[in-house]
Nanobody, 123 residues
Framework: QVQLVESGGGLVQAGGSLRLSCVAS????????MGWYRQAPGKQRELVAY???????NYAESVKGRFTISRDNAKNTMYLQMNSLKPEDTAVYYC?????????????????WGQGTQVTVSS
């Protein structure tokens, strides 16, 4: 079992900053993908940023230039630095990790979600 624990959400004024963290633990063999999703009230969940094993990153157009995703492989931890926050960034933010987990003598695919953390940006 691979578990993700997410933290760092809260209330912030427009223009402010927050840093979200996501820590993966369990019988991890490798993590190939870690990403951040968000879901605002009345909207579908959307992928906002991800980082893969070679270090390459991608961002949704709405957050480019404001958000930065990073990863500490030694700690199995992913971060999302959010700057210049806007009210439209208000959402529940979820982390996801994909990779291989140890199952007995073999490995198996996993895809795990964090519990979500609320980000609220006031104007």
């Amino acid at each position: 079992q691979v578990q993700l624990v997410e933290s760092g959400g809260g209330l912030v004024q427009a223009g402010g900053s927050l840093r979200l963290s996501c820590v993966a633990s369990g019988s991890i063999f490798s993590i190939n993908f870690m990403g951040w999703y968000r879901q605002a009230p009345g909207k579908q969940r959307e992928l906002v940023a991800y980082i893969i094993s070679d270090g390459s990153t991608n961002y949704a157009e709405s957050v480019k230039g404001r958000f930065t995703i990073s990863r500490d492989n030694a700690k199995n931890t992913m971060y999302l630095q959010m700057n210049s926050l806007k009210p439209e960034d208000t959402a529940v933010y979820y982390c996801q990790a994909r990779g291989l987990q140890r199952v007995g003598p073999a490995n198996a695919d996993f895809r795990s979600w964090g519990q979500g953390t609320q980000v609220t940006v006031s104007s």
